[in-house]
């Protein structure tokens, strides 16, 4: 087995390295405090290749595969985990259904805007008493009416919809529910009857925007249906699929950020005539911290791989973000730790990476539904 990166890779993740560190870690602090994304900085990631990670070149993207896919989120993630979020969910949610799912004139019509820079792209499918159970509790609806469809109900905690022309939208399109009663629909923001509500305050990743909505009476032309009629169950879990690398790769880019700074820290920090880092204590959490995300990185990168080898990949994505997602809060909670009490205040990194990285055992699939995705695939054989 080849455990490297390709030159292109390695190219690849050094340039988004270093723009990640120029451009948007100086900023992550103001980002959070804000509670506003560094807009100036995403626009310039778009000829970058940053905003079309998983666009191919016959639509125009720059047809990286998904191993560099998930280098660009943990970079982006390792800087700043608000611009991480609102990228990986633009991405991963906002674009991949287009690129999977949308007729040609779909593409031709709104890929260009999600890649310009101008905008990020999002996906509504959580609603206020659905997270999990998409099938049984979505209760928005979406019914022909001639040649519109006309959508009503609400969604809740959905990133990026004030920042996006289109919010890809998951209703109920049949009379009966059943694992082929949805649709996916694309609405564009100034639809009339859309309202988008103010942003949620949140415990962390405070500069992604994050916002219930509202549609009453939503009409959008028949040709807006994204993909097949009956299908968009189908369609949302085989683009969470791809989602979980990205909150994954999101994870470990944190957990590498609080690594970073506990170095930094415990090679600065001085006590008992030493500095700390020359502590075993100190020592053993390093240890520990660096150990498991080496582990969480290969198993993105697995991952990725599966899904760039067009191999199944659902129980590898659900053990990648998963395992990802609980050592970034447990290498959070060592950096803390290791700062002492500077740790637990807003003047250094760790504090704001310890609220960021607590939404990743949550977004894109909990822990423990993870857990049920992963158990029901052994238990297959």
């Known amino acids: 087995m080849n455990f490297q990166l390709t030159e292109e890779q390695k190219m690849w993740s050094d340039m988004v390295y270093n723009f990640c560190q120029t451009e948007l870690k100086p900023l992550a602090a103001k980002t959070d405090e804000d509670g506003k ?56 949610l906002g674009m991949t259904p287009f690129i999977v799912y949308g007729a040609a004139k779909q593409k031709e019509k709104y890929l260009p805007l999600l890649t310009s820079g101008n905008y990020l792209g999002a996906l509504a499918l959580t609603e206020a008493g659905s997270g999990s159970d998409l099938v049984g509790a979505v209760r928005s609806t979406a019914v022909l009416d001639g040649d519109e469809w006309v959508i009503n109900g609400s969604k809740a905690w959905i990133t990026n919809p004030s920042l996006s022309p289109t919010i890809i939208t998951l209703c109920q399109t049949e009379d009966e529910i059943s694992s082929h009663s949805q649709s996916m629909i694309i609405v564009e923001t100034d639809t009339p009857g859309l309202s988008i509500h103010p942003k949620e305050k949140k415990m962390g990743l405070k500069g992604s925007p994050t916002h219930m909505l509202t549609y009453d009476d939503v009409r959008v032309p028949k040709g807006n249906l994204l993909g097949r009629r009956g299908y968009g169950l189908h369609q949302t879990l085989a683009t969470l699929d791809g989602g979980r690398i990205s909150i994954g790769a999101m994870a470990v880019g944190l957990a590498q950020a609080a690594l970073d700074e506990s170095l930094i820290y415990a090679n600065e920090r001085e006590t008992f005539g030493k500095a700390i880092g020359r502590h ?102």
Request: include cysteine; proline fraction near 4%.
């Open 37 to 92: 994304l560094p807009l100036d900085v995403i626009k310039k990631m778009a000829p970058l290749g940053m905003l079309s990670l998983n666009v191919p070149e016959e639509d125009g993207g720059p047809g990286l595969d998904a191993v560099s896919a998930a280098i660009a989120i943990e970079e982006i993630g390792r800087a700043c985990g608000s611009t991480a979020l609102s990228v990986a969910a633009h991405n991963g």
């Open 280 to 381: 075993q204590a100190i020592q053993f959490m390093i240890a520990d911290m660096a150990t498991e995300i080496e582990a969480a990185r290969l198993l993105l990168y697995q991952a990725a791989w599966l899904k760039e080898q067009g191999k199944p990949y659902t129980k590898e994505a659900a053990m990648a973000k998963l395992y990802a997602s609980e050592v970034s809060e447990r290498a959070a909670f060592k950096a803390i730790q290791i700062h002492g009490g500077y740790g637990y205040s807003s003047e250094f990194p760790v504090e704001r990476i310890y609220r960021d990285q607590r939404l990743l055992a949550i977004g894109e699939g909990t822990s423990e539904i993870l857990r049920i995705v992963i158990g029901r695939s052994a238990l297959k054989g």
